[in-house]
C-alpha cells in the first residue's frame, strides 16, 4: 500500500510506537514511545524500516524527515530488553539470541539511512544518546536545538560506542571523540554540536512546529532547498562548554592508551583533571579500552566497516559480563554502584576483542 498525501499516520496502531504521515515532499517517521524516551525496540526497528520503503518507492518524496515525541528525540536502544533477552540466553532459556538479533537488525537499519537515496533530515530537539545518534548520525541535515543533548554513554554500563558513535566521535578533530566516548559525557551547546559535526543546523525549539508546518508546503527540491536556506541558520557564535575546555582535552586525551591518559590525569592537580580521572574510575575498564581502540581505528575508516566491527563487538560484550553488570547497576537496581569484571587496563585488550583491531 503506498502512503498518501494526507498527512495521517500510516504505520500507527495501539501496538506500535511509530507514526508515519507524508508532510508535502517529505515522509515523516516519528517515534512516539515518549515515557521510554523513545528508546527504540525491535519493533520500533523495523517500523522504520518499512516507513523507509514507503518513503523510497514514493515518487512524489524527495526525503525523509525523522522527529521524537516529548522531551527525547530518541535516548538508545531498548536496553532493558537487550539485557533480559541476553541473560536468558546465558542462562539456556532460550535458544536464539534475541539480544544479538536487535542489535543485528539496528546496526542494518542505520547503514540503510547512511546509503538512504533521498535525502534525510532529524530534529534533535531534547535527548538524542546512542541508538538515537545511531538514526540522527546519517542524516545529511541534522538539526539541533537549545534543547539537544548528545551522547555516546554507552561506557557506563559496561558496553562501548556502538551504531557508528564511534565513526562519528573520531570525525569531531582533535581529542573531542575520545574525551567524549571514554567519560560518556554529552554535548549540549549548540556553538560545540555545530563546531565538531554533531549537527549541521540549528532552529530554536518553539520554531520548530513552524519550520514542519513550512515542510509540509515542500512540493520538489526547489522549495525544500530555498526552505533551508530561510530556516537553517547557526546561532550567534559562542564558545561551547567543550571548545571552553579543549586545551585540557587535548592535552590529556592525545595519549596512546588509556592507561597513559589516567596517569596523565592523575598527575596533574587542576580540579577539572580530578573530576575526569574519577569519572573514568567509574567506567568499566574493557569498555574503556574497546571504545579508545574503536574511536581511533574509526578515524581511518568508513562508516560501513565500523558499523561491520560494532556487530561482531556486541557479539563479543553479550557474551561477556560487564555489559550486564551496568545496565543492571543503572536501570535494573539503580544502585548505581557497578562491579566490573576485575581487569589490568595496563595489559590492554583482551585477545578477542584485540583481534577485531588488527
Not at 541535515?141 to 561506557?155: G, H, L, N, S
Not at 537553517?232 to 561551547?240: E, L, N, R, S
Not at 579508545?292 to 578515524?299: N, R
Not at 551496568?326 to 583481534?355: C, F, M, Q, S, T
Request: hydrophobic share 40%; charged share 25%.
Amino acid at each position: 500500500m503506498a502512503c498518501q498525501k494526507s498527512g495521517k499516520p500510516f504505520y500507527y496502531s495501539p501496538m506500535t510506537d511509530i507514526q508515519f504521515s507524508t508532510h508535502g515532499a517529505f515522509g515523516r517517521i516519528h517515534l512516539n514511545r515518549p515515557g521510554a524516551l523513545n528508546s527504540l525496540n525491535l519493533d520500533m526497528i523495523r517500523q522504520i524500516d518499512k516507513a523507509l520503503s514507503e518513503v523510497e518507492e514514493n515518487t512524489d518524496l524527495i526525503g525523509v524527515i525523522f522527529t521524537g515525541e516529548g522531551k527525547a528525540f530518541c535516548a538508545g536502544g531498548d536496553v532493558k530488553a537487550a539485557y533480559k533477552a541476553g541473560l536468558d540466553f546465558k542462562n539456556g532459556d532460550t535458544k536464539a539470541n534475541e539480544a544479538l538479533q536487535f542489535f543485528e537488525e539496528e546496526y542494518a537499519l542505520n547503514k540503510r539511512i547512511v546509503h538512504f537515496p533521498k535525502d534525510t533530515i532529524v530534529l534533535m530537539d531534547g535527548i538524542t544518546m546512542g541508538g538515537g545518534v545511531g538514526l540522527a548520525g546519517p542524516c545529511k541535515y541534522r538539526i539541533c536545538t537549545e534543547k539537544t543533548v548528545w551522547a555516546m554513554p554507552e561506557t557506563t554500563i559496561g558496553f562501548f560506542p556502538d551504531i557508528g558513535g564511534a565513526w562519528y566521535l573520531a570525525q569531531a578533530g582533535g581529542e573531542i571523540g575520545l574525551y567524549l566516548g571514554l567519560t560518556a559525557l554529552a554535548a549540549r551547546d549548540p556553538a560545540d554540536l555545530l563546531k565538531f559535526g554533531f549537527a549541521t543546523h540549528f532552529i530554536p525549539s518553539n520554531d520548530l512546529d513552524l519550520f514542519l508546518k513550512k515542510i509540509s508546503e515542500t512540493v520538489d527540491y526547489t522549495d525544500f532547498s530555498d526552505l533551508m536556506g530561510e530556516w537553517c541558520t547557526q546561532p550567534v557564535p559562542q564558545i561551547g562548554a567543550l571548545q571552553d575546555q579543549i586545551e585540557n582535552i587535548n592535552a590529556a586525551f592525545s595519549k596512546k592508551s588509556v592507561s597513559d591518559i589516567m596517569q596523565y590525569l592523575e598527575k596533574d592537580n587542576a580540579e577539572w583533571s580530578q573530576e575526569i580521572l574519577q569519572l573514568l574510575r567509574q567506567k568499566s575498564p574493557i569498555s574503556l579500552l574497546t571504545a579508545f581502540a574503536h574511536i581511533k581505528k574509526a578515524g581511518s575508516e568508513s562508516l560501513d566497516e565500523t558499523l561491520l566491527r560494532d556487530e561482531k563487538l556486541a557479539g563479543l560484550f553479550m557474551e561477556g559480563d560487564d555489559y550486564y553488570e551496568g545496565v543492571r547497576a543503572l536501570l535494573i537496581d539503580k544502585d548505581k554502584n557497578p562491579v566490573w569484571k576485575p581487569y589490568d587496563i595496563e595489559k590492554g585488550l583482551p585477545p578477542e576483542i584485540n583481534a577485531l583491531f588488527l
